[in-house]
């Protein structure tokens, strides 16, 4: 099994910034993704960023030159920088891991960490 917790998230201003960090533990597969997520009110869960073990990095059109992913894998912890951050960025952020592994896919989540912009 595997824990993820995310911190970092926040009440900022339009045009301001975070750090949002996701520490995972427990079993983790060697081979995998690391990937944050997002959901606004009445909407549905969106992929914002997400970064393999091998460093290859893909964003959504809508974050792309604001967030930055990086990982650690010493420490098991994927970060994602969020600059110049609009209202509509306002959205529970998840932290997710998924590993392929012999044809298996292994899903797991955080509980996620409040990110509120205001105009």
């Known amino acids: 099994q595997v824990q993820l917790v995310e911190s970092g998230g926040g009440l900022v201003q339009a045009g301001g910034s975070l750090r949002l960090s996701c520490v995972a533990s427990?079993?983790?597969?060697?081979?995998?993704?690391m990937n944050w997520y997002r959901q606004a009110p009445g909407k549905q869960r969106e992929l914002v960023a997400g970064?393999?073990?091998?460093?290859?990095?893909n964003y959504a059109d809508s974050v792309k030159g604001r967030f930055t992913i990086s990982r650690d894998n010493a420490k098991n912890t994927v970060y994602l920088q969020v600059c110049s951050l609009k209202p509509e960025d306002t959205a529970v952020y998840y932290c997710?891991?998924?590993?392929?592994?012999?044809?298996?896919?292994?899903?797991?989540w955080g509980q996620g960490t409040q990110v509120t912009v205001s105009s």
């Open positions: 970064i393999d073990s091998g460093g290859s990095i």
């Open positions: 427990g079993s983790i597969f060697k081979i995998n993704t």
């Open positions: 997710n891991l998924d590993s392929f592994v012999l044809g298996t896919k292994y899903d797991y």
